[in-house]
């Protein structure tokens, strides 16, 4: 079965999703139509839910993304610091540029640096300026990303990566509101909002000591954590066709449709790399459909094996403890779900077979399968 862009039907056809609604959050559409969608999520025309215009949307129609859309919301308004947290590519950045843009300093300027692709010698200068002679090669002063930001937001990503010695002087500078670029001794006054950004638990980092205790609670005024795209399944279709959109439209060719067997694909896969892997993967699947207006199950290709939470608890298991440690029990669940994705594939979705290779009753297996969301592999002739 095709589903259009122009008519999305994945919820309602004879499909894997339609056949597992009982993991589809109830009351929320799987997919909604064109025009709902660009009215509640700003596809249309680049506005964010409820008003404002210039803000990056943020697609999703899951309790989780409309918790995130509400915070951001409430905070743009303010000027207190944020921090977002995050895994990689769960699109911290966007909910930063968010912020920023429906906020009060909006006509101000944005500056983005990610603290870890720069050299620790490099960073401070980057961030804070110098004066000519500062050092070798300093041959006229610069401003840094701080005063290039003034009046406006800046986004420090990774903020973790910051080395202690400079996580100090930051510190100074959030609490004075001016700095002093490297070199020189002229106070620079800041009118500034900070949103720092990072991908590992910024308070374990504290606890282990390699976080200044001080600067954590200066930039942890206000929260936000960004979902996994695995907490968040019913945002795929929507994800999906926003990327088939906004990619096809940059490329200056039709839009193209996606066959119920490719979202199957798509939903059951782990995405360890979140929503950046699920557009890299889409621009992948629409290079490969050529000059096809559909997308198939063959075109969507994976990265990574939708095994890897099997292998990783394996691999676990034969090597002992990550060093950072793990959640118990979200390994236990990705671990059940694997196993009940593997053996239903391996029967082509026979309950009674699967339960029978994995010694449970069938009854079991349906209740396992509905405690976890477990849903059904597509079935390719």
Not at 278 to 288: A, C, D, G, M
Request: charged share 25%.
């Amino acid at each position: 079965m095709t589903h259009s862009l122009e008519n999305p039907s994945y919820a309602h056809g004879d499909s894997f999703a339609a056949r597992t609604s009982d993991a589809v959050v109830p009351g929320r559409p799987l997919l909604i139509s064109s025009g709902a969608r660009s009215a509640e999520f700003g596809q249309a025309n680049g506005a964010w839910p409820g008003g404002s215009s210039g803000a990056p949307p943020l697609v999703g129609a899951s309790p989780a993304i409309a918790s995130v859309t509400s915070d951001v919301e409430l905070v743009a308004s303010r000027t207190c610091n944020v921090l977002i947290e995050g895994e990689t590519g769960t699109g911290k950045e966007v909910v930063a540029r968010a912020i920023h843009a429906l906020g009060s300093r909006s006509k101000g300027p944005w500056v983005a640096i990610n603290c870890g692709a720069i050299p620790e010698a490099l960073l401070e200068a980057e961030l804070f300026g110098h004066i000519r002679g500062a050092f070798t090669g300093a041959i006229q002063s610069r401003a840094g990303k701080f005063e290039i930001a003034n009046r406006g937001t800046i986004f420090l990503d990774e903020i973790t990566e910051m080395p202690m010695g400079l996580q100090a002087k930051l510190l100074r500078v959030l609490q004075e509101r001016e700095l002093e670029r490297l070199g020189g001794n002229e106070k620079i006054r800041l009118d500034i909002r900070v949103v720092a950004a990072t991908n590992a638990g910024l308070s374990e980092r504290v606890r282990q000591g390699l976080f200044r205790e001080d600067l954590y609670y200066r930039l942890n005024v206000f929260r936000i954590w960004v979902p996994p795209l695995r907490d968040r399944r019913d945002d795929i279709p929507l994800l999906a066709r926003h990327f088939i959109e906004k990619i096809c439209r940059a490329e200056g060719c039709r839009i193209k449709n996606l066959e119920g067997a490719a979202m199957d694909r798509l939903m059951c896969h782990t995405w360890s790399g979140n929503v950046r892997e699920l557009e890299n993967i889409i621009e992948t699947s629409i290079i490969l459909s050529s000059s096809r207006v559909n997308i198939a199950a063959g075109d969507i290709r994976f990265y990574s094996s939708p095994s890897e939470p099997l292998r990783r608890v394996q691999m676990t298991a034969s090597s002992g403890m990550p060093e950072d440690g793990l959640d118990f029990q979200k390994a236990v669940e990705e671990f059940e779900q694997s196993l009940l994705t593997h053996a239903l594939t391996r029967v082509r979705g026979n309950k009674t077979a699967a339960a029978e290779l994995l010694g449970l009753k069938r009854t079991t297996l349906a209740a396992k399968m509905r405690a976890l969301g477990t849903r059904m592999p597509r079935l390719v002739a």
